[in-house]
């Protein structure tokens, strides 16, 4: 076996020529060359190689004058369709999107996933089915699935597992069955692992190497992408930041302890403290929305939407509860950009559109009790990218275990014979 100036032997050398097209694509070969290091007969070699295993195309350059050498390589992203899934506590969205998570279809419905693992994935096949047939046979095979699931994951079990909030899904076997269903490779990982997957690569944090995702909805939870990876931890559980306890707080949370900050600040508690504000008469306003939401046909209750709303018509009460959210997040964040140091901050899930106070209360927070250092250049903004970040990050992580160094080292490998 040859081994190259840049330490790559054989087929290694092709996982790793692959990787480079694949993520920093279109390039030529002579680019490639250069930040491989390697000889241009190895590099033509390689290339050969994987345009023949149909994982690389090449696509003329504009100026072209004539076929063949000029010509720039790219990712063979048409080969498969992937689908992505994010499952919400309150709601699913699937989309089907090319290898390079560019979505061709997608779905998203309410649906509640305390009615168990059985009647979520039933629903999500149904919706699966019906996203393929009307994208139809002009679209390339279906080569994988990606799910994010809105609790612990084990991804070597590939179920969740142990969670808080989720009855009749610890350890239900949710990658093997979804698999077997559909005759290809499933791949589960956290809810927001996926989202920061979806920001780091196809989202507004592409340009930042080292970023800190936090999504807070009805929970609150954290990705970390470092030196564009996510981080997932020892175990997986990485960035549950949920469950860090907040000082002086004794609200008891799903997990068992008392005052950990998505009891104390995530929407659901943003909610809670609004009903009470109602109920205490302390806020007019949320008295009166309280009334009107009971009212409905079905009835509903306050949730941290009306707060905001009403937080945003000057309600002081409900301005002071979305403030002092705000900073209990922040305090929280202010600690991990402490000991983080990332670029950037990016705000993602439901509560943070409730209103700018939030925000600003979240940014203040984190700027007054973190190190100078830390936040000179830290950019703090909410999520561009919306609700899409988690099924494109579902089906970005398909694209990423399919394609893997490794996976496609082996490939080269087999290839050579
Ligand atoms: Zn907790």
Redesign the pocket.
């Known amino acids: 076996m040859t081994r190259d100036q840049f330490g790559l032997s054989g087929a290694a050398a092709g996982g790793a020529i692959f990787d480079l097209i694949r993520r920093g694509g279109p390039l030529s070969r002579a680019q490639l060359v250069r930040r491989t290091a390697l000889s241009k007969s190895t590099v033509s070699l390689h290339v050969d190689r994987l345009l023949k295993l149909g994982i690389v195309m090449e696509q003329a350059r504009q100026t072209d004058s004539g076929p063949g050498r000029r010509s720039l390589l790219r990712f063979a992203a048409g080969r498969g369709t992937v689908v992505g899934i994010e499952l919400g506590v309150t709601s699913i969205d699937v989309a089907v999107c090319t290898l390079e998570a560019e979505v061709i279809s997608s779905a998203s419905e309410p649906l509640d996933i305390g009615s168990g693992p059985v009647a979520v994935l039933e629903r999500a096949y149904q919706i699966i089915d019906q996203l393929l047939a009307d994208v139809g046979e002009g679209t390339a095979p279906l080569v994988g699935i990606g799910i994010g699931l809105p609790g612990p994951v084990n991804r070597t079990l590939g179920c969740v597992v142990s969670p808080?909030i989720m009855p009749g899904w610890d350890r239900y076997p949710v990658r093997d069955e979804v698999a077997t269903r559909f005759g290809v490779p499933c791949f589960v990982d956290n809810d927001v692992n996926v989202m920061a997957l979806g920001e780091a690569r196809a989202g507004g944090a592409r340009e930042s190497e080292s970023f800190l995702f936090v999504k807070i909805g009805t929970g609150i939870g954290a990705g970390l992408v470092i030196e564009g990876e996510l981080y997932r931890g020892f175990k997986g559980s990485a960035g549950d930041i949920?469950?860090i306890g907040i000082d002086g707080e004794t609200t008891r949370?799903?997990?068992g302890?008392r005052g950990?900050l998505?009891?104390v600040a995530g929407g659901g508690a943003i909610g809670r403290k609004g009903r009470e504000l109602a109920e205490r008469g302390e806020s007019p306003l949320l008295a009166e929305i309280a009334q009107r939401l009971a009212a409905q046909d079905p009835p509903a209750e306050i949730s941290a939407v009306e707060v905001g709303q009403a937080a945003a018509q000057g309600d002081t009460a409900a301005l002071e509860l979305v403030i002092e959210s705000g900073r209990h997040v922040g305090s929280v964040l202010a600690k991990l950009v402490n000991f983080f140091n990332p670029e950037m901050v990016v705000l993602g899930g439901g509560t943070v559109n409730i209103g700018d106070a939030f925000v600003a209360a979240i940014r203040e927070m984190v700027i007054r009790r973190s190190t100078p250092l830390a936040t000179v250049d830290l950019v703090i903004r909410r999520s561009a990218f919306g609700d899409q970040s988690g099924m494109v990050g579902a089906a970005l992580m398909v694209a990423d275990e399919l394609f893997s160094v490794e996976r496609v080292t082996d490939m080269v490998r087999e290839f050579e014979g």
Do not use: L, Q, Y
């Open positions: 808080p949920g469950h949370c799903s997990c302890n950990c998505e009891v």
